[in-house]
T-cell receptor, first 114, second 113 residues
Framework: NAGVTQTPKFQVLKTGQSMTLQCAQD?????MYWYRQDPGMGLRLIYY???????DKGEVPNGYNVSRLNKREFSLRLESAAPSQTSVYFC?????????????FGDGTRLSIL | QKEVEQNSGPLSVPEGAIASLNCTYS??????FFWYRQYSGKSPELIMF????GDKEDGRFTAQLNKASQYVSLLIRDSQPSDSATYLC?????????????FGKGTKLSVKP
């Protein structure tokens, strides 16, 4: 049982390039999330999808777009990468978007933008 | 006041001691509280959750919740060097982020052999 799988694990981009981070979960969870983690800032929510077909902004959505492709997959796209988007990106999922449901995290994508 | 606050540490304890990690939160209506462990370079791993006032024990870990004082704590008994990690507190705040978790910045724990 893989849980939450993120690809790629590492990526280096040049400023202005675009890329899509992929996330897939095999736990039949309804809700999925994208976070970024920066030193001293903690985990911050970028976007979430409460259920298939819906997406909503989190705390730091600027510069990102998301797609909930189906129940399993939730992708994060950087259209024009900026150095400020250098971070570690985590995808997470939970059974439903209720407060008492724990979130399970993927291994992360370490993204550097030069 | 920040929504979820943790002492950043580092908290250093000797092997075999009790490590006490604390977290305070701003929204009195919060109902769900989670503790995650994150090893350096790894992803957060859920270790405990608690919904009701009082204590919840799981092996060497005990989560304590006091809603009146708006704090939640994690006790690690018989601390081991393998417990050295950053511990993240996460709270479901009932305000604008209802349904989403707000994470503290984490407390770094170091267990010395």
């Amino acid at each position: 049982n893989a849980g939450v799988t993120q690809t790629p694990k590492f990526q280096v981009l040049k400023t202005g390039q675009s890329m899509t981070l992929q996330c897939a979960q095999d736990m039949n969870h309804n809700s999925m999330y994208w976070y970024r983690q920066d030193p001293g800032m903690g985990l911050r929510l970028i976007y979430y999808s409460a259920s298939e077909g819906t997406t909503d902004k989190g705390e730091v959505p600027n510069g990102y777009n998301v797609s909930r492709l189906n129940k399993r997959e939730f992708s994060l796209r950087l259209e024009s990468a900026a150095p400020s988007q250098t971070s570690v990106y985590f995808c997470a999922s939970s059974e439903v978007r209720q407060g008492n449901q724990p979130q399970h995290f993927g291994d992360g994508t370490r993204l550097s933008i030069l | 006041q920040k929504e979820v606050e943790q002492n950043s540490g580092p908290l250093s304890v000797p092997e075999g001691a009790i490590a006490s990690l604390n977290c305070t939160y701003s929204d009195r209506g919060s109902q769900s509280f989670f503790w995650y462990r994150q090893y350096s370079g790894k992803s957060p791993e859920l270790i405990m959750f608690i919904y009701s006032n009082g204590d919840k024990e799981d092996g060497r870990f005990t989560a304590q919740l006091n809603k009146a004082s708006q704090y939640v704590s994690l006790l690690i008994r018989d601390s081991q060097p393998s417990d050295s990690a950053t511990y993240l507190c996460a709270v479901n705040l009932m305000g604008r982020s209802q349904g989403n978790l707000i994470f503290g910045k984490g407390t770094k724990l170091s267990v010395k052999p």
